[in-house]
């Protein structure tokens, strides 16, 4: 019996294994695989149900202009046209019509047609009415989110009975063209006459050449105001004069009988500029206030810009002009804290139109009496690289070059024991020979009694100059001395490293040797040096008769990198005086001539050489 039992029961599991269910993997896939197939029928059945709907729409739009169109051919001739507007009439410029439960909106535009059978205005003296028959265009768009980009538009020209005749009115032609002096066609044109009671409104677009030609339009004196539009473009205008405007650039215009009026207006494709507010080492500063304007007036005397504003960078020191306007712009800080030494690209900066510009300006804490110098090439307007720049009068002769980075010290009377160089009147160490007081700020040797210290040495701070750079030139103020100090009486040493702290700081002279120096023969930097981010310098002094000392007044340190403003150099710790300025390289010309400095840290000087 038991035996029976276990033959069935295992028969019975046999059974059981033959019968094979899906794996969860195996009915993953299935679900997949048919989900694929239903949203691709998914998507064609929409795809399908949109085309019918927008097929359906533009049939509707279709027979609801051919009911416009079939109204205004019935109508009397005179009143054809536009409720207020030229030709005058009594239909709207737009409306809402529902059909079928669907919103249109329907846009009517009628233009008075000069053809050429009976001569044209302004060719044919004896024309005397241009009138000659109305243009009707009639357009439709859903009103409601119906997916549609553009409207269904018919048209159809309606003439009069009998001959034309003359008229006391005057002819009104738009032009709109862009920054290459081609027609812009499109363009919404808007003209509000107010001589009329109530005032004439005319809404029309530009032809493929950028013409609106408003034919037989009242007379008026000053009376057409102007606004010519276009999405993503700038938009020009008339300007009617007021108590801040007193002399418009482009006043309202007038239409005077049996003449034309012509008047143009430029636009074209606004424009993105992201300004970045930075130092000399390329770091950002946040939160810098500046203001900006154009170069297009729309007053004169006094000047009104088109466009004056005043922003703040970001906490990143950043801001983005969006939707900028083509133009040459001007960039300032004056009335701030800071002050801009240069910019990358030269100010002003030409923004193009359709163009994703950037602007770097390079931005200090202000101080008095300084210059800015912007050298360009005479023939081309670029900025010029590798011209020397020379300031000088009365106990001062400085001279930079072009496209080249500057870290200078002018100042050591704050005294030592600064690591890093953020006070700009401090440094690191002097080994006790050195006197910073008297005059304040200059460098000599220190006293004792009535005879100076034959000799002694300063080390700096650390120079961060906030990336990898390449050396240049090391230059100095003064570099004549009393002769009896002897040779070379002033001379340097340089240490860098791409570590604000390295083990040690191994000072060495222009051959990358620890016994040799930098003085007023040796003043381009070992090219070991090239490469590295921060950099302290030593200076030495010394002195043959210890009844003299030698002086120093500035150092500076010349380097390139990626925000080096390009034809650009900046003076700083000037006074209040006049100064001559000189502009100098190799194939050409001089140029120079006199620069008042008076207080005013955004003095700029543009100069042009030619070769």
């Known amino acids: 019996m038991k035996s029976l039992f276990n033959k069935k029961l295992r028969s019975y599991n046999l059974r059981l294994k033959s019968v094979r269910g899906f794996s969860l993997i195996e009915v993953l896939v299935a679900v997949a695989v048919f989900m694929l197939f239903a949203l691709g029928i998914y998507g064609g059945i929409t795809f399908v149900f949109k085309i019918v709907y927008q097929s359906r729409i533009e049939i509707l739009e279709t027979a609801l202009l051919s009911e416009e169109l079939e109204v205004i051919r019935n109508m009397e001739f005179e009143d054809v046209g536009i ?35 009976d001569g044209l205005v302004g060719v044919d003296p004896s024309e005397t009415a241009p009138a000659d028959y109305k243009l009707v265009e009639v357009s439709a768009i859903c ?35 862009d920054d290459d002096g081609l027609g812009v066609p499109g363009v919404s044109v808007h003209v509000v006459n107010s001589a009329t009671d109530p005032d004439t409104v005319i809404d029309d677009t530009t032809d493929n050449d950028g013409w609106v030609k408003i034919i037989d339009t009242p007379t008026g004196t000053l009376s057409y105001h102007i606004t010519v539009s276009k999405d993503d473009y700038s938009t020009d205008y008339t300007i009617e004069p007021t108590a801040e405007n007193t002399n418009p650039t482009k006043l309202p215009a007038n239409v005077t009988t049996q003449s034309i009026t012509e008047i143009y207006f430029s636009i074209d494709e606004l424009a993105d500029l992201e300004i970045n507010t930075i130092n000399q080492s390329c770091t950002a500063l946040g939160n810098i206030p500046f203001s900006l304007h154009g170069d297009k007036k729309i007053g004169t005397n006094p000047v009104i810009y088109k466009l004056n504003e005043s922003h703040t960078s970001n906490a990143s020191g950043i801001y983005h002009y969006a939707d900028l306007e083509w133009d040459d712009y001007y960039f300032s800080t004056s009335g701030t804290a800071y002050m801009v030494i240069g910019s990358v690209p030269q100010l002003p900066v030409v923004v193009e139109p359709a163009q994703s510009q950037a602007l770097s300006l390079i931005i200090l804490p202000k101080t008095d009496n300084s210059l800015l110098v912007n050298v360009r090439d005479a023939g081309t307007e670029l900025p010029l690289a590798g011209a020397t720049v020379r300031l000088y009068g009365a106990s001062y002769d400085v001279s930079y070059e072009t496209d080249l980075g500057y870290k200078r010290q002018t100042d050591w009377s704050g005294g030592s024991g600064q690591e890093d160089f953020i006070n700009e009147d401090e440094y690191y160490f002097d080994d006790g020979g050195i006197d910073n007081s008297s005059p304040a700020g200059d460098l000599k040797l220190d006293k004792v009694g009535s ?106 340190f010349t380097y390139t990198n990626e925000c080096t403003p390009p034809g650009q150099v900046f003076f700083s710790g000037l006074s209040a005086t006049t100064y001559t300025l000189e502009v100098s390289k190799s194939g050409y010309l001089t140029n120079s001539g006199e620069v008042e400095i008076s207080g005013n840290a955004d003095t700029v000087v543009n100069l042009s050489v030619s070769e």
């Open 83 to 117: 409720e207020n507007g030229v030709p005058a009439g009594v239909l709207p410029y737009s409306k809402t019509v529902v059909r079928d439960g669907v919103p249109f909106m329907v846009i009517t535009t009628i233009r008075n047609i000069d053809d050429e059978f």
């Open 451 to 556: 005879n100076y210290l034959s000799s002694g040495y300063l080390e700096s701070s650390t120079f961060d100059l906030g990336q990898q750079v390449d050396f240049k030139n090391i230059i100095w103020e003064p570099l004549s001395h009393d002769p009896s100090c002897g040779d070379e009486p002033i001379k340097f040493q340089i240490a860098s490293s791409n570590s604000s702290t390295p083990e040690t700081w191994d000072f060495v002279g222009p051959d990358g040797n620890s016994g040799t120096y930098y003085d007023s023969t040796e003043t381009l930097i070992w090219s070991g040096h090239d490469d590295n981010q921060y950099f302290r310098y030593r200076v030495y002094l010394t002195t043959d008769n210890t009844k003299k000392t030698p002086t120093l007044s500035e150092l500076a």
């Open 143 to 177: 009103a409601n989110n119906c997916s549609q980009k553009n409207p269904v538009i018919l048209n159809t020209i309606v003439s009069p009975k009998g001959l034309e005749g003359a008229s006391d009115n005057g002819h009104l032609f738009i032009n709109v063209f």
